[in-house]
């Protein structure tokens, strides 16, 4: 799945010694593999199984029929548009003002800011889950509860830290030399954020965009206080709700149902280290 | 990205105060159009707000027969189902949510009985006795389930679905298989027991007896379990006459201490079974079909599942034997069961009641009731249906199930109940895992009992 | 860290001070949409919940119309319940078990053991840890579900091996969502450890070899003392990431059986919205953002530098 080159290590010293230790260290690592592609394993057999169980094994009958029994509109498709608008909407909208945010934060040195960068870095650890009690109370006075634009705004809004945190460090690596050129030119700082300053950081940007929308992907518990109808609601309160229904019976179609509700985290994960290279680029950048 | 010639003149504290105008317009724009669709609190469009389950999918066949019949009958107010697909647990939570808010809030409510009073206290519903004096249909419900729809105001919020009552469910061939009669009606909880350890002896990979014991299966734990054996010692858990909850009785701690015999003796299924969210869905479609479970203490509506549907069990007649739940040693009348009900409820929020009403009559009208009551195998509620023969003779568990209103109890009718049930259920969840013994864990709830309703409102038993 | 000269452009000369107030006013307009969400969305929130939790709301009943304010009731009912200290402790313990030690011991190792294996190995073992971090966190709960339940995958290893398996989410629940949280993170720290390693020059290692000394004395006195501050970061990340967990546990254990694996949030979420103590729920989130601010004011006190 991921690039070779992701796990590559330095120069290896090959002795004696470096043999046996090469020996034991591949075994322990064997032997963790094999303990975290189990569950995994578990998702891909249950789903190609005619009678799959809670246990992972090989399916006795191998069939597709759990995959295309669940793609219809109602069950899957709906879903997955509802979860592509919404992580859309708020990788757009958080990429869009945290641009704006980090331009003044990364260029001019105010006292301000500087108070602001804590207060961002600092929003970045609160826990969003353990908000979700009064978050609900908020909606209902803001009359924003079952509505995809409010959740929008609001997962953006969680995930702007972040964002701001990361897209301050990537522009801090753009030249302001840059950007002096063009303001001699007679451009506004704006024109120059625009012009310069973001085609330069087309990586960076595209870094946080995957992180949001990933995040935002793959998030279940704010949908699930924050959406009640069926046509609003993301894969993953979907797929939820089948586990509810159909849990005790249907492992099979939940699994094919996990699959394809995966594949999409997944892809965009494995775009990003072939255009890197690099195992690190999010967490890397989260570091700052 | 690269801004048009026009943008670009503009002076970067024009764009930047475009950028906050654009945002500050979007969360207008947010609030305006709040709502699925922002279509929501609309005078033509009703949305209907019912469960549904693996096991209970005959409200939503009634409400969409209801739906077009509603719709073929006049075009200007359109049906919207809108199912929600959870155990009771959570379908009350949802509902809540929803309720929390006007914009969300459903125009008709599929209302269990007993949430009523919480509802109605809580401003989530419509009163609708000036609908139903005109109704004609209305002299034909019973007069024991009118009250049932009441709030505390004496006012009418919700109509009967139909009533149930509570009993044991037994498997006559395991029962042949142990040795056991098939003919069986244990008079004391002792019987119970016994019968219990005998299967389980015999038959050991068979579990002997359930009783839902867990937080997750909601309101389901407090009736069918405890309420079912509270009510058959000598205490209960409310007094009517002084209007006050009882603490500290022997009853309730009894009633704790049967639930851990059955899962410490492992007469009841282990708890990875019990305490999982769909034991409900599983005891009544999987564990008792395939016999794999005994005896279980349940609702008269489970055989509605079996007769067809997805899990349709169309032997389920030659299996299935029906006891009724005794009382503690005997003590007379003999048999205990608790009966209680949904109703369909009008949302306070709605913008066209009568138009509410107009559907809820729709589903509510001979034809669908009958449709209802025999499907979902309830207790009928209507007097012009229970006379009928094709409800009389649909479903052989109805003769039995009828036959215990003489020995039922309702839950305690008042606005705390459904927090009160929350606490038992914690009750129940820790006696049975260990977390705590039933004189612990009824301390626990009558410590949390005087939390809800205050010292005053509590009487030693 | 590159830091532009304070206000760019020069001035124009003679600049009045109200002048000078309107451009930095005028420079900082951009973060205005930023500053306008989280004022309404993370700080709205979070003055929500202080004020909810200084009353008795519920979500039904006559309580949820007409709340009291009754002062810290909340607090004191809180202090005095067993379950909250139960589950503040397990709050720890998931904490210092799946975060603290589980992930970033694990994911340290890995990242060691990588170094010392052939490529397609750690490839291959890598992609594995990582799958279970990409995945959506529903998704990894199932997994988790189902390969702890008593029917699971780990029962069926253990009946393999000869071993009667426990019914683990019922009678360990708290190790099982530990485990499983290990499982769903440790790809995080292992990839931060593995860039940090890569990083320090061959030469020091080298050196130190040609000392004589060896590979765990190398790691112990060398690499980890070099890459301290990637450790720091990485706990503190990580430590955060854990405390927000929900559904994990949510879809593994429901936090029980009883509250036994009722970590905070969960906590909050039933009594808030489970058995509809909407204030007393607040109360419980206040207690957890505590938490989550005493964290990240460490954390920002070890970032201070990137800041400056």
Known sequence: MSAHSLFGGSARLASPRGRGLRVTATAVLLLIGIAFVLPLAWLVLASLDDAATLSVRLPRVWTADNFTEILTPEQTFRPLWNSFVISLGTAVLTIVVSLLAAYPLSRYSIRFNKGLMYTVLFGTCLPVTAMMVPVYSLFVSFKLLDSLAGTIVFMASTSLPMAIWMMKNFMDSVPVSLEEASWVDGASSMTALWRVVVPLMRPGIAVVFIFVFTGAWGNFFVPFILLFSSENQPAAVAIYNFFGLNGAIAYGKLAAFSILYSLPAVLLYVITQMRSGNSFAMAGAVKG | MTPTPVLSQITPSRR???GGAITLAAAGALSACSGPDGSSRNENTLRVVYQKTAAFQQLEHVLTKAKEEYEASQSTVAIELVPIEAEQDSYFTKLALMNGSPDTAPDIIYEDAFQIRTDVAAGYLRPIDEYVATWEEWNMFL???????KGDDDKLYGISLGTDTRGIFYNKKLFAQAGLPEQWQPTTWDDILQTARTLKTALPDVIPFNMYASKAFGEGTSMQSFEMLLYGTQDTLYDTDTKKWVTGSQGFKDALTFLKTIYDEGLAPGLDIALDTNIGSRIATELLPQGKVAMCVDGSWLPGGWINGDNAWPQWEESIGYAAMPTQNGKKPGFTSMSGGWTLAMGSQTKNPQAAFDFMAVALNKDNALKYYTENSLIAVRSDIAEMEEYLTCNSSFEFFSSLVQYTHFRPATPDYSRISGSIQIACEDVVSGGASPEEAAATYDKSLVGIVGDDMVQAA | MHQSP?????????????????RALRRELPLLP??????????GPIAYAFYGAFTNRTMSGYKAVNPDFIGVDNYVSLFSDPDFYTSVLLTLAFLLGSAIIGQNVLGMLVAVLMRHTPRSVSSAVGACIVGAWVMPEIVAAFACYAFFHTEGTLNTVLDAIGLDGPAWLVTFPMLSVILANIWR??????????????????????SAQIDGAGALQSFFRISLPIIRRTIATNL?????QTLGVFTLIFVMTGGGPGTRSSILPVLAYQEAFKFSQIGYGSAIATVTLVIGAVFSLVYTRVLRPEVE
């Open chain 3, 6 to 22: 304070a206000c760019g452009v020069p001035t124009a000369g003679g600049a009045s001070r109200r002048r000078h107030t309107g």
């Open chain 2, 16 to 18: 930047a105060l475009l």
């Open chain 3, 236 to 240: 503190m990340l990580t430590t955060l």
């Open chain 3, 34 to 43: 930023a500053v306008l969400m989280l004022l309404a969305f993370m700080a």
């Open chain 3, 185 to 206: 993170g440790t790809a995080f720290s292992m990839m931060n450890y593995n860039a940090a390693l890569a990083e320090i020059p061959p030469e020091i290692k080298e």
């Open chain 2, 143 to 149: 007069d024991s389930v009118k009250d049932v729809g």
